[in-house]
């Protein structure tokens, strides 16, 4: 027997069954509310984002470029999206804002024009989001 144990003993220091029973049941209910919770934010999160894909650019002079990109996002749901264009030196030479009515398909293509202030050497999808 342990000094602890002994101790308890001693003066009448024991735990009681449904004490223990309790506090396991409390810790339980935490654990799946916490879990569920969890689990919603990742849920809500996932529906109601969108995420592009760049599928090419293409420079064509000092003041444009051609910017070719699909979409995944909610259907039924508007989406507008920020391209942009950089030169060498990864300063914007170009940006724009597009917005696209709502659809009832999950992904779509798209291809925009970009104009820019001078010679770009790339062109991409920014970030796009649900308006």
């Known amino acids: 027997m342990t000094t602890q144990a002994m101790l308890d003993e001693r003066y009448g220091r024991t735990r009681s069954p449904r004490r223990r029973a309790v506090l396991w049941t409390i810790v339980g209910v935490v654990a799946v509310t916490a879990t569920a919770l969890l689990g919603w934010s990742v849920v809500s999160n996932s529906i109601s984002s969108v995420t592009a894909t760049d599928t090419g650019y293409n420079v064509v002079d000092d003041g444009l470029v051609t910017l070719t990109f699909q ?12 391209i942009e264009a950089q030169d060498e030196e990864h300063g914007t030479v170009g940006w724009r804002v597009v917005e696209y009515p709502a659809s009832p398909d999950h992904s779509r ?23």
């Open 71 to 82: 979409i995944t996002s909610p259907v039924g749901e508007p989406v507008a999206c920020a």
């Open 109 to 131: 293509a798209f291809t925009e024009e970009i104009p820019t202030l001078a010679l770009a050497t790339t062109g991409f999808v920014n970030t796009c989001w649900v308006p």
